[in-house]
């Protein structure tokens, strides 16, 4: 729950009660949370309200699906924190301390009415990332003698027992590299510093994965760069509403590859002409719940020739975008 621009002069007139976490019809998840929360206070008797000097806030719980990379950016990325964990806080720590120069908020512990006087951008978020993890105004990395000149593909993976895993991943890197570009694969784990990741995705031009919690990444992208998704069957609108709009949103290449029946490990268990991979809408009829296929059993093995159309456009995008930045730098 992100709260913005409280209305001094129209106070609530009843305390609002909430669970600050956005899956709030998920029941399975919200079993693991605590209880509800006072986020306003009523106007008498009115608590001391802090000084309106705090950046905007977002109130969550760091569990539920937390250590999946999507919903931590967009459901759990706070400065207000209800049932602190600490391994949690060592994890972000350098998103938490930069994104406020005070101590978190323990909601548990706090008996005071806090005042936030804006929100941030999608934009916003990705400049105050690259803010604390790369120090602001990071310039894009130039296409260097030692690899040929060539742009740097960062190759965002899933494991193998995920959900919508490459099959023919090492062959999809050589093809990659065949057509032009440096690659480097991005295997995110629960682990890893946000510094880590930062560096390598924000170190490329070009940025390929399966649509899923780890093309969050696409935050690290600099603006004019290539985000490649690729989109599996039953994703479509998944892949746009949550990867597609967004990277636009950043200023970046958004090249969509929606994968042919063939292409996925569906057709081997239910046939290429089952209604699983004909008509996903239909079978999931608006239920959540019916996605499992789609999203925890699906994997993909694209067809090389099909797919290198995508990974030429991506190249062809990236390189010029680079060889025009440095020919600015050249000339400033």
Known sequence: ??????ERTSPPRATVRTRPYMWKRDRRTLRGQGGDHN?????RPTPRAAPCSWP??????????TGNFFHEFSDDVTLAVVDCRDWWLRRYVDVLSGLSHRPVINLDRQKEAFCFPFIMSLRDFASFLDGICGGGG?????????????PRLVWVSRPRSAGRA?????????????IGFEVRRLVPMRGMRLTES?????????????????MTHEVFLRRGLVLLQVVPVGT?????AYFGRPARELGLEHVEYRIAANDSSL??????????????????????????????????RLDLGRFRASLERAYVMAKAFVEMAESKLAND
């Open 267 to 300: 057709a081997e268990e239910y046939g290429v002409d089952s209604v699983v991979l004909k008509d996903p809408r239909a079978v999931v009829g608006g239920e959540w719940t019916e996605t499992r296929s789609y999203l925890k059993t699906q994997k993909v």
């Open 198 to 214: 930062y560096g390598l995705v924000q170190g490329s031009h070009a940025m390929v994965g399966v649509h899923g919690a780890t």
């Open 39 to 43: 986020i306003l206070a009523p106007p």
């Open 138 to 150: 990071a310039v894009l990395p130039p296409m260097s003698p030692e690899n040929g000149g060539r």
């Open 1 to 6: 729950m992100t709260i913005s621009s409280l």
């Open 236 to 240: 479509t609108w998944l892949s746009e």
């Open 56 to 65: 905007p806030p977002s109130c969550s719980v760091p569990g539920g699906y």
């Open 166 to 178: 490459f099959l023919n991943l090492a062959e999809l890197e050589a093809l990659a590299e065949r």
